[in-house]
């Protein structure tokens, strides 16, 4: 007889957790299972395998008890048992349940036959009565009659004159549709023109040297429509924002010829950062690397860009990559842009230069490190892991200098408040703000009721944001307990939240401090946090949205999403103004500290990097 065994269940188990959105429970089941060492080829595996294979056992155990041996009368009904049952109790059992069954059904067809039989007496004696009353109650039905057809007419009439006005309405929409449609023709015209205009004020007599890096609009079009199905893929039509038309979506769409796309990486590509102070961008991959990409200053040229001249490779495993205990899952900069920190699924955090050369491995972690973070003075770097730990490395002496033991699950994120306090958050539902020296958290932020995925400080180290797979985003103040402000208008779970670069202690004092939160319902909404009231919500994406990323002047704010496109939007109208669609899933988005480039990472193996002017 044919029997799974317990690595072909894990397998089925890991995957039912990934189809079903329980991303950290597929890590830990995978982690401890030693998923990636079985040989099973996924992608023979089809989707929801494992119920199905649960749901053909259950009608094997009903089949049985329902067909024994000595069965012969197939015609009989057919006992469905309750799922409980069958799991819970054995061919017998199950048997004697159906028998019982079958005798109630019977009793209740009888009481059901002699029913019918009062019934049918009962009703030839009121035949006869009725005979008797017949002609009376005739001549009253006929009047009765009457009225209701004439209280049915006037239904009908007032029916009518409903469809008619319903026909009028709607043509006067169509009158109001075709006029706004031409203000909006009207509206996208004066923006081409305007947009004209300003490149032409942009050019320069010094700049006649590079002006065959320059096109005209006519020549971007005409690289677009050549270009089409070549490394960039044109979005389907669909509903960018609230305010935006098919129109407005085409005008805004970023073409191929500013976008470079970044290909090298054998694997999905899980995180990206720009340098603070060059032109460096890292990324960090499934296939066991992270890489140094040099992006060139100027306007982008498209094409791919996977020349040795312009990336370095740093390999986390000698050998053979794609090994998926080596995948790196997080990176960092330091704030002079001189060291980069990668995290790792084998549980090491790496330090490598600004040439790729391996400067420190730390080990101490007993799972993988999900979140990384240099503090702003350098000198220490900050890991999160699925050992339920959070550790401060020295950097300078190369070595562990406190572990924080406080969580009951993994630790999901942690977040700097200054250069010797942070923030951590766990699959427990809890967030900690510890110190390094101290043995016990400092503060404790209970509240959220499902997994914290990720916790970030404002600019000025007063507030905390939180955000949660209960649907809810928070902020905290360290001065009280409960939470200040419960941000509660998204209708699934909060993946990530980001802090606006603006208000006191910013390099744009003068506007308003901004808290985005971006969900798996496809929205990314920008919150009040003084009021805790919702400002905008921006309905552009039609999947998940895993990252959002605000420009360093704060008035745009890009988002990025499993629909495979990537928006930015203007904070101050609260709509779209640019949007380009690769050919993958987006796990990251990221701006240059000049804001005129963004970055995105792509489940297709591949990076671009686009060119951002307004």
């Known amino acids: 007889m044919t029997s799974i065994t317990s690595v072909e269940l894990n397998y089925l188990v890991f995957r039912y957790l990934q189809e079903s959105g329980f991303t950290h429970s597929a890590f830990t089941l995978g982690y401890e299972a030693g998923i990636n060492k079985c040989t099973i080829d996924g992608n023979l595996i089809p989707p929801g395998a494992l119920i199905s294979f649960v749901q053909k056992g259950l009608q094997y155990l009903e089949m049985e008890a329902n067909l024994s041996n000595n069965d012969v009368e197939m015609d009989e009904d057919f006992s469905f048992l309750q799922p409980l049952d069958i799991i819970t109790k054995d061919v017998n059992q ?81 009158e109001r549709e075709k006029e706004s449609e031409k203000e909006r023709e009207k509206e996208c015209e004066r923006e081409r023109e ?27 079009d005409a690289v677009k429509h050549e270009e089409n199905g070549t490394s960039v893929v044109g979005p389907e039509p669909m509903d960018i924002a609230t305010t935006s038309t098919l129109a407005s979506q085409e005008a805004c769409e970023i073409p191929s010829s500013d976008v470079i796309i970044l290909e090298g990486h054998t694997s999905e590509v899980c995180a990206c950062a720009w340098s603070p102070t060059g032109s460096l961008l890292a ?44 995948d790196v899952t997080t990176l960092d900069w330091n704030g002079e842009g001189t060291l980069l920190a990668t995290g790792s699924y084998d549980g090491q955090a790496r330090i490598w230069t600004t040439n790729g050369e391996l400067k420190t491995t730390l080990s101490k972690h007993k799972g993988p490190i999900f979140s990384l973070k240099w503090n702003k003075k350098g000198d220490y770097l900050l890991t999160g892991s699925c050992d339920k730990t959070a550790i401060v490395w020295d950097v300078k002496a190369e070595e562990w200098k406190q572990q924080f033991e406080f969580h009951t699950g993994p630790t999901l994120d942690v977040d700097w408040r200054n250069n010797v306090s942070f923030a951590t958050s766990s699959t427990d539902n809890m967030i900690y703000v510890c110190k390094i020296g101290e043995t016990r958290p400092v503060k404790t932020f209970a509240g959220h009721q499902g997994e914290v995925n990720c916790v970030k400080w404002d600019p000025t180290g007063s507030l905390l944001a939180s955000c949660s797979d209960d649907i809810t985003a928070k902020i905290w ?25 603006t ?4 390099n744009n004092p003068n506007q308003q401090l901004i808290l985005a939160s971006a969900s798996f319902d496809s929205t990314v909404k920008l919150w009040d946090v003084e009021q805790g009231k919702l400002l905008h919500s921006l309905n552009g994406h039609r999947d998940p949205v895993y990252s959002v990323a605000f420009s360093p002047n704060g008035e745009y704010l890009a988002s990025g999403s499993l629909d495979r496109s990537m928006h930015i ?6 709509k779209i103004v640019k949007t ?16 005129d480039k963004i970055a995105a990472c792509f489940a297709n193996n591949t990076l671009c990097v686009l060119d951002f002017r307004m």
């Open 477 to 501: 103040c360290i001065k009280q307990d409960k939470y200040v402000h419960d941000l509660r208008e998204h209708s699934r779970e909060i993946y990530a939240i980001r802090w606006s670069p």
């Open 580 to 595: 380009y669609t690769g050919n993958g899933g987006i796990f990251e988005v990221c701006w240059n500290k000049e804001g």
């Open 194 to 220: 305007k947009a004209e205009s300003n490149k032409e004020r942009e050019k320069q007599p010094e700049e006649l040297a590079d002006a065959d890096m320059v096109m005209d609009q006519e020549d971007k």
């Open 503 to 506: 208000g006191l202690g910013t």
């Open 569 to 574: 939007w203007s904070l101050k109208e609260g």
């Open 283 to 326: 990324s960090g991959s499934g296939d066991s690397t992270a890489r140094i990409w040099t992006i060139a200053d100027g306007l982008c040229k498209s094409g791919p860009q996977n020349s040795p001249l312009n990336v370095l490779v740093l390999k986390h495993v000698k050998g053979r990559t794609n090994e998926k205990s080596k």
């Open 94 to 174: 199950l048997r004697q349940m159906i028998k019982e069954k079958r005798k109630n059904i019977q009793k209740d067809r009888d009481k059901d036959r002699d029913k019918d039989k009062d019934k049918d007496k009962d009703k030839e004696v009121e035949r006869e009565h009725e005979g008797e009353r017949g002609c009376g109650r005739e001549k009253e039905r006929h009047e009765r009659e009457k009225e209701r057809e004439k209280e049915r007419e006037k239904e009908r009439e007032k029916e009518r004159e409903k469809e008619r006005e319903k026909e009028r309405e709607k043509e006067r929409e169509k």
